[in-house]
């Protein structure tokens, strides 16, 4: 069974610092880009970014650059991001993705884990 | 940045009903783009990804079509469990962004 597990999100301090990590089980994530989506509280998806398959190219979108840096060890089947320097906006559901589904040299995420929420406030 | 709107924000329709929703990009896009599903309190699930290929275990009910600018998700016969919001997103260039989400209720 695939199954996508986020963990450490919490409460933090308007400039804190938080390390998210996404353990996936059920295949090998040596194959896919794997992507960071958010999701403000009753709000839509953003899209935060992505590393490609051996790490060696990161996405980012621009209101994170500078801030996030995402990671991954396919060793241990995990995706990382660090999130320095936090501020109330980045309040979400932080949810991984694994680019699985292949079309017209694109690749979509057709696995999701559940999320972990990031709270950011003083 | 590429812009998505999708319209219409909010859909109400009957069990049985076919129901279109659109995803216009702010500038060409060629074919890609995906459309997910979210149910409340749930992680969103593919449907269409290439903008009109249905991702495995997704009902033949569920379509979708377009290409340039312009892209469109059916569903030709709506069900009471499809009651989510419905997001487009595309993966032409970075950043990726997605549509505002339509709201589909079942009357």
């Known amino acids: 069974e695939v199954q996508l597990v986020e963990s450490g999100g919490g409460l933090v301090q308007p400039g804190w610092s938080l390390r998210l990590s996404c353990t996936v089980s059920?295949?090998?994530?040596?194959?896919?880009?794997m992507t960071w989506v958010r999701q403000a509280p009753g709000k839509g998806l953003e899209w935060v970014g992505n590393?490609?398959?051996?790490?060696?190219?990161?996405n980012y979108v621009d209101s994170v650059k500078g801030r996030f840096t995402i990671s991954r060890d396919n060793a241990k089947n995990s995706l990382y991001v660090e999130m320095n320097s936090l501020r109330v906006e980045d309040t979400a559901v932080y949810y991984c993705?694994?680019?699985?589904?292949?079309?017209?040299?694109?690749?979509?995420?057709?696995?999701w884990g559940q999320g972990t929420l990031v709270t950011v406030s003083s | 940045d590429i812009q998505l709107t999708q319209s219409p924000s909010f859909l109400s329709a009957s069990v049985g009903d076919r129901v279109t929703i659109t995803c216009r990009a702010s500038?060409?896009?060629?074919?890609?783009l995906a459309w997910f599903q979210q149910k409340l309190g749930r992680a969103p699930r593919l449907l269409i990804y290439?903008?009109?290929t249905l991702q495995s275990g997704v009902p033949s009910r569920f379509s979708g079509s377009g290409s340039g600018t312009e892209f469109t998700l059916t569903i030709s016969s709506l069900q009471p469990e499809d009651s989510a919001i419905y997001f487009c997103?595309?993966?032409?260039?970075?950043?990726?962004?997605f549509g505002q989400g339509t709201r589909l209720d079942i009357k």
């Open positions: 997103e595309h993966f032409d260039s970075y950043p990726f962004t």
């Open positions: 993705a694994s680019a699985g589904a292949y079309s017209g040299g694109r690749s979509y995420y057709d696995s």
């Open positions: 059920g295949f090998r994530i040596s194959s896919n880009y």
């Open positions: 290439g903008a009109s």
């Open positions: 590393i490609n398959r051996d790490g060696s190219e990161k």
């Open positions: 500038q060409g896009i060629a074919s890609h």
